[in-house]
């Protein structure tokens, strides 16, 4: 799987490459680290461990996050959750500002298959549509459907990949969970202040 800034990626399980896949698709991710150096940290005891994080993801506002992917049943026998919270204090603010665990209860089968559309998207080379209806999104009060919007092409396919890259690129939001199809509503994204 290649990531944001176009670099291979690489995982040690599907639960990873999973949890990978719904990172890479979020338009504000920019930098997805596999497997980053390892932190020191000092364990319940007070002897010096290591402990190598799974992700290392860098969001477009510059804060960073260290993520560790884990299944549930591990976190519980090893109580890991408990160690991670030990190995978050202390985490130097210059190698993240947060720590987030995540396990196979936090990433749907929807998501999952979301984000491979999400990203299979941003390879279409059809600008005109993408163009024209990022000016028609500029517009948009409230919510509407993919399909809608898609008409707006006058197109007989309807556009539906044309407004799912909108979505890819973080101009539309999806509105609640599920699968993306043509009756998912979608709003504006939120506009930075100038």
């Not at 993919?146 to 939001?173: D, H, P």
Request: glycine letters at 6%.
């Amino acid at each position: 799987m290649v990531g944001p800034d176009r670099r291979v990626l690489n995982f040690e399980s599907h639960l990873e490459r999973k949890a990978a896949s719904v990172l890479v698709a979020r338009p504000d991710i920019v930098h997805l680290w596999d497997q980053p150096p390892a932190v020191n940290y000092k364990d319940y005891d007070g002897s010096w461990r290591r402990h190598t994080f799974d992700f290392l993801a860098t969001r477009r506002c510059g804060t960073k996050f260290a993520i560790a992917v884990k299944p549930t049943e591990l976190v519980k026998l090893r109580k890991f959750d408990a160690l991670l919270r030990l190995i978050a204090q202390q985490v130097p603010p210059s190698y993240a500002t947060g720590v987030i665990l995540v396990t196979e209860k936090m990433i749907s089968d929807d998501d999952f298959s979301n984000s491979l559309l999400l990203r299979s998207v941003l390879s279409d080379t059809d600008f005109e549509a993408y163009e024209f209806l990022t000016s028609i999104v500029m517009s948009l009060n409230g919510a509407a459907t993919i399909a809608n919007l898609g008409k707006t092409l006058k197109r007989q396919n309807g556009g539906f990949r044309a407004v799912v890259r909108l979505i890819s690129e973080g101009i539309l939001v999806k509105v609640g969970p599920g699968l993306l199809s043509p009756k998912t509503l979608v709003r504006a994204a939120e506009r930075a202040a100038a």
